[in-house]
């Protein structure tokens, strides 16, 4: 059976993008895949976390991967920090990696913009991608469902694989991305220019799938559209509606052509509307099973079980890699 592995940081406000980019994809592959879900804290901490806050957030990450519908009879669900090896091979991969590809990193530099000291951006920040690599090749990964923002980090994984491969010995399996159309880049609310994030200031920004039905009202209401008023797709022109119409999609499973088509005529406000409505609905369930498990034993056990599985399998990894590079006795 192919593998599959996957990861959410636990960095609080898990939101729409998370969910209609990478867990409703989980959902749909852990029949089909030996699947790997991991809450990958040691990512959370490349930018300073309140330690009693990221245990929380981590509980909280575990808990919704199981209210989305990740089961874990079928799916390996675990905390990253749990499985020593994920560290131990970041640091493999980072000696077998160049300074140039991760300067080139969008998402580095997106997240370093801002920051006026740059002799103080974090190293773990720069070199994050690298930890990324080895979550992924440390279970030989087939396929890595992922949003579209992750995409340049999948490429280096392939060349990492692939360059040791070729210069040490056949080591890893060279895993290839999986993208959802419609939920790949769920944009900010507010900002449809801007990919919908967790450390947005604005919280309108973002539908977190935690929101009370209120919040969802107002963040839907408020979102930006454009003064034409016709309800169509155009990414370009029309990135605010395009955006609504994307997320109604990948939420109702219609076609955006058809959805487009029943709203002929109609204004933003009736398709805004719905759409609360919609997101109400979908997140309804999402919730109640969260509640349900986030403070339970059940969630306790279901992570060390994970923990021990995800290691089994990681340590044969390393046994082969560390053979391969020459390390240890
Ligand atoms: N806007 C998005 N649209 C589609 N997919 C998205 N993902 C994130 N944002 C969107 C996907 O969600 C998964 C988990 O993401 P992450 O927790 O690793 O972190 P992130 O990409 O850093 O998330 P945020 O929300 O953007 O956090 P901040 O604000 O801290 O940068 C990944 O598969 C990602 O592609």
Redesign the pocket.
Known sequence: MKRVF????P?G?I?L??Y???LKQFVDLQNDYESLFCI?DL?AITVPQDPKKLKENILDVAALYLAVGVDPKKSIVFVQSDVSAHSELGWILTCSSHMGELSRMT?FKA?TANTSNKDSIGTGLFSYPLLMAADILLYDTDVV??????KQHIELTRDLAIRVNNTVKKTFVVPEGRYIKE?????GLDDPTK??????ENQHSRISLLDDDNKIKKSIMKATTDSEGIIRFDIEEKPGISNLLNIYSALTGEPVEDIVKSYDGKGYGDFKKDLVEVTQNSLKPIKERFNEIRHSQELIDILKDGAERADAIARKTMKRVKENFGLGL
């Open positions: 996957s990861g959410v940081q960095t406000n939101h993008g998370n209609l980019g990478a990958v990512h998402q997240k469902p992922v949003g579209v923002d992750q939920g790949a880049r769920v944009m990919k919908m994030s967790k450390s947005a």
